[in-house]
């Protein structure tokens, strides 16, 4: 056993937030950019600070700025502010009928 509890305490904190920071970077980073969701980006900044909270120093404070700037970018995205297909047109014709389609008569 390790003579210093309080070590290994530190150790296991730090390791739970780089692992949270870790997520934060890989999910909700990428899904807040390509998708119109501030959920997702919103779980990506509170995983970050939880990371940095929890002692990921470098790391935790970069899923914070990366999910905040994807959260502008997939808000630009959406409407179609940034060149290329919108999302909105993209998915239009995929989840438009999906609430009411099995109540219709064929």
Same mark, same amino acid.
Request: glycine content about 12%.
């Given at each position: 056993m390790d003579a210093n509890p309080e070590k290994n305490q530190e150790v296991w904190?730090?390791?739970?937030?780089?692992?949270?920071?870790?997520?934060?970077?890989v999910f909700c980073v990428p899904l807040g950019a390509l @998708?119109?969701? =501030? +959920?997702t980006g919103a779980v990506g900044v @509170?995983?970050? =600070? +939880?990371g940095y909270v929890l002692g990921a120093r470098r790391l935790g404070p970069l899923p914070v700025v990366l999910c905040t700037v994807a959260i502008f970018v997939g808000l630009l995205v959406g409407p179609g502010?940034?060149?290329?297909?919108?999302?909105?047109r993209v998915v239009d014709g995929?989840?438009?009928?999906?609430?009411?389609?099995?109540?219709?008569?064929?």
């Amino acid at each position: 056993m390790d003579a210093n509890p309080e070590k290994n305490q530190e150790v296991w904190k730090l390791n739970a937030g780089r692992v949270l920071s870790v997520v934060a970077l890989v999910f909700c980073v990428p899904l807040g950019a390509l @998708f119109v969701s =501030i +959920a997702t980006g919103a779980v990506g900044v @509170f995983l970050g =600070i +939880a990371g940095y909270v929890l002692g990921a120093r470098r790391l935790g404070p970069l899923p914070v700025v990366l999910c905040t700037v994807a959260i502008f970018v997939g808000l630009l995205v959406g409407p179609g502010v940034v060149p290329g297909d919108a999302y909105d047109r993209v998915v239009d014709g995929w989840f438009r009928n999906m609430p009411t389609e099995r109540f219709t008569e064929d």
